[in-house]
Structure formats: structure tokens, C-alpha cells
């Protein structure tokens, strides 16, 4: 099992920033894909930034692309997700997710492919 547990989520005005953070713990983090995924009130989970297990590769959705970036630190265990330029369509809560022990090359975007997630922590852009 992995624990993931995310923190950063808020309130900011348009154009603002946050910095989102997600801590592992139980098996081992440094071989496994991470990524972030979102999902507004009434709308279906999307996929944001995922970063493989080296961090060599990584991809991000366009909505968010120049504004959002990915990035982890395996001595750690965490990832962090850094929020630039938000505007109110980034509102949604934020989960972290991790998946199964992999050597993949390509960072994956499709929530199919994690295994596990976190409980989410809100963020909300005001206009």
C-alpha cells in the first residue's frame, strides 16, 4: 500500500499562485509514475501534470501548460505541484495519485494507470 496525503490547497484571487504538495509513505516512491488529476462540482476527473519515476519525462494537460509545474523529489517521497497564473476554471479539487511499481520511460496521463490516490485538498480561484 501507499499512503499519499496532499497539502497547499486554498483560496487565492485570479492570477495568484499555490504550490501543491503530496507525501508518500508505505512502499517504496522512487519507482513508481506520479500524477495529479482534478475534478470540478458537477464535472468528470482530469488529468493536470503526471512526472515518471525518474523525472525525465513528464506531461501536462493544455489548460494548464507555461502556467503549472510538476515536480518530485524521491529522497523525500514527495511531489509538488506548482500553481502560477490560476484562474477560476482551476478551481476543482486536486488529488495526487500514484502508480503500481513501473520503469516507464513516458510519464502517463490516464487515470487508468494509477493505483493509488490521495483524498484531495481543495482549490478555489476567485474572480
Known amino acids: 500500500q501507499v499512503q499519499l496525503v496532499e497539502s497547499g490547497g486554498g483560496v487565492v484571487q485570479t492570477g495568484g499562485s499555490l504550490r501543491l504538495s503530496c507525501a508518500a509513505s508505505?512502499?517504496?516512491?522512487?519507482?513508481?509514475?506520479m500524477g495529479w488529476f482534478r475534478q470540478a462540482p458537477g464535472k468528470e476527473r482530469e488529468f493536470v501534470a503526471a512526472?515518471?519515476?525518474?523525472?525525465?519525462?513528464?506531461s501536462y494537460a493544455d489548460s494548464v501548460k507555461g502556467r503549472f509545474t510538476i515536480s518530485r523529489d524521491n529522497a523525500k517521497d514527495t511531489m509538488s505541484l506548482q500553481m502560477n497564473s490560476l484562474k477560476p476554471e482551476d478551481t476543482a479539487v486536486y488529488s495526487c495519485?500514484?502508480?503500481?511499481?513501473?520503469?516507464?520511460?513516458?510519464?502517463?496521463?490516464?487515470?487508468?494507470?494509477?493505483?493509488?490516490w490521495g483524498q484531495g485538498t481543495q482549490v478555489t480561484v476567485s474572480s
Open positions: 495519485a500514484a502508480g503500481p511499481p513501473s520503469f516507464n520511460s513516458v510519464a502517463p496521463t490516464n487515470a487508468k494507470e494509477f493505483t493509488y
Open positions: 508505505g512502499r517504496t516512491f522512487r519507482n513508481r509514475d
Open positions: 512526472i515518471n519515476w525518474s523525472g525525465r519525462s513528464i
